[in-house]
């Protein structure tokens, strides 16, 4: 995961937001240190983790922010936002009210971050199938009518964690370059 000496070309700050409980520390854990945890205090307090991977033959650091536990509505603070050059917004697909919350996320980001920040909704849990409670499709819409990136992924079985990671740094890239 990174040779620590090597030169940094880019560092990209991202965000993780949405619902307690959905999964925003796991994917984390899943993508920096490639870990995970069914007991969910286990990263409580970090503020945010980096991993360094390479794009176009040129090291980005990410830098992505957990919100450890700040999730009721309006508690997060602008100073977690400031700087963020991309987003992750997160739901369970096994709890329709986490979907349902997604547009309160989506204007509270968009009020706080900068107007070009590329967002990413995640349904997490998608291990969790026989408890679907969110229809794909319902996600897609509302992504494609928001202008937004949208993904599925299992921080448990470590389905689309990378690729996800992989969008919103790869899109970023693009736009910086
Ligand atoms: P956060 O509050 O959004 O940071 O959520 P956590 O990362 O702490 O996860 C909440 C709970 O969901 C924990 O018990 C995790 O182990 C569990 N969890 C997270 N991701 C997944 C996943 O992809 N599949 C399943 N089945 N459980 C998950
Ligand atoms: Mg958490």
Do not use: C
């Not at 000496?5 to 880019?10: E, R």
């Not at 700087?83 to 997160?90: D, F, I, S, T, Y």
Request: glycine fraction near 6%; avoid cysteine; hydrophobic fraction near 40%.
């Amino acid at each position: 995961y990174g040779d620590p000496s090597q030169k940094i070309d880019y560092v990209f700050k991202v965000v993780l937001i949405g619902d307690s409980a959905v999964g925003k520390s796991q994917i984390l854990a899943r993508f920096a240190r490639n870990e995970f945890s069914l007991d969910s205090k286990a990263t409580i307090g970090v503020e945010f983790q980096t991993r360094t991977l390479v794009i176009e033959h040129k090291s980005v650091k990410a830098q992505i922010w957990d919100t450890a536990g700040q999730e009721r509505y309006r508690a997060v603070t602008s100073a977690y936002y400031r700087g963020a050059v991309g987003a992750m917004l997160v739901y369970d697909i096994t709890k329709r009210q986490t979907f349902d919350h997604i547009p309160r996320w989506l204007e509270e980001l968009r009020g706080h971050a900068d107007k070009n920040i590329v967002i990413i909704l995640i349904g997490n849990k998608s291990d969790l199938e026989n408890q679907r409670a969110v229809p794909t499709e319902d996600a897609k819409e509302f992504a494609q009518k928001e202008g937004l990136f949208f993904l599925e992924t299992s921080a448990l079985e470590a389905t689309n964690v990378e690729t996800a990671f992989l969008t919103v740094l790869t899109e970023i890239f693009n736009i910086v370059n």
